[in-house]
Structures are given as structure tokens and as C-alpha cells.
């Protein structure tokens, strides 16, 4: 019986602070990329990208017969190079030749091994949105610092006689949660 409940009273601190733990990793993706991966030279599975705001974002490796590569931001990137000086560079049609030469080369269209060997190197010619599930949408508008900070209020606001106000903040905040949901799911399905 003793030791069940000193099994409990260690139990209490580490359950808020995994918690915590969770959500620096969900609001600083650098973070979470310090936690779950390791820097590797080769046989790599992910790639953590920097952009130029500062944001950090981790992306699969995919691997087929063209090699290594990954999507971010709807433009594919491959791994080219030697083994020495290995860079991403993004797959893309050569825009930048002249137009004289782009025409003498496509303006009687492309024959099928062309066409064949364009589909493996670029892909197909669409863009798809991946289609976030409401339940996704709704932890990600919850787990807002702002919305934490609104549920810890109103917890205090109850606990010190304030339940008239706890109340109207929570249903607020939950009518305004509901509300950015729907709207984000609309535009996710316009586009």
C-alpha cells in the first residue's frame, strides 16, 4: 500500500511536466527536432528545413529510382551533387534558357519517352492540399498559447468565486475555437 502511493506522488510532477514537454515541442518545432532526431550523414529519413522567417519544419525523405528528395512548400527538392558537397536543389523545369530554344525544343509537343521521363522527374502536373481532419484543426487552434491561457483562467476564476465570468470567457472561447475550426476546414476545402 506504501509503495503504491509513493508510486503516485512521483507520478503527479511528471504527468505536467511531460505535458509541458509536449507543447514547447509542438510550439518550437526546432525543439522537437532536438528531441526525436539525431544528425546523420547518411541513411538519413528526414530533412529539417530553416526558412528565411526563421521557421523550422521537418520533412520525410522520400527515395525512388531518381534518388533522394522531399517536398516543402509544393516544390520537390533532390539530393544532387558528389558525396563531398552534397545540396538540395529544387526539381525544375530549365525556365531560364532562351525562349528561342524552349520553342525549337516543345513547340511540336514532347514524344512519349519525353513525356514519360518528364512524369518521374517532375511529377505530376497538380498541386494537392493534404485535407486536415477536424480533430487536428481543433488541437492545433486549442493547444494556442492564448487558449491555454484563457482554460488556466478560467480554472483560477472558478476556484476564486468568479464563476459568472469563468463562464462567459469559456463559452466565448469555445464559440470562437468552433468558429476558427469551420472557417479554417472552408478554406482548406476551397483551395
Not at 487536428?136 to 483562467?153: A, H, R
Request: aromatic fraction near 14%; charged fraction near 20%; charge should be positive.
Amino acid at each position: 500500500m506504501r509503495r503504491s502511493w509513493l508510486i503516485v506522488v512521483l507520478l503527479i510532477p511528471i504527468f505536467p511536466c511531460l505535458i509541458i514537454v509536449y507543447l514547447v515541442a509542438f510550439w518550437y518545432p526546432s525543439v522537437k527536432a532536438k528531441l526525436l532526431f539525431r544528425r546523420v550523414r547518411s541513411e538519413f529519413t528526414h530533412v529539417r528545413i530553416t526558412s528565411s522567417r526563421g521557421e523550422v519544419e521537418i520533412r520525410p525523405i522520400l527515395y525512388d529510382e531518381m534518388g533522394a528528395s522531399f517536398q516543402y512548400r509544393y516544390t520537390r527538392y533532390a539530393l544532387n551533387g558528389s558525396p563531398e558537397g552534397q545540396r538540395w536543389e529544387p526539381v525544375e523545369f530549365e525556365y531560364r534558357r532562351p525562349m528561342d530554344e524552349l520553342r525549337a525544343n516543345y513547340e511540336r509537343g514532347m514524344d512519349s519517352s519525353d513525356v514519360g521521363e518528364s512524369r518521374a522527374l517532375y511529377g505530376p502536373c497538380n498541386i494537392e492540399i493534404p485535407m486536415k481532419s477536424v480533430a487536428k484543426i481543433l488541437v492545433s487552434e486549442v493547444l494556442n498559447p492564448f487558449y491555454l491561457f484563457q482554460v488556466w483562467s478560467v480554472i483560477l476564476w472558478y476556484f476564486s468565486d468568479y464563476e459568472a465570468y469563468a463562464t462567459c470567457i469559456l463559452v466565448i472561447s469555445i464559440i470562437t475555437v468552433t468558429a476558427q475550426t469551420v472557417e479554417t476546414r472552408q478554406n482548406l476545402a476551397r483551395l
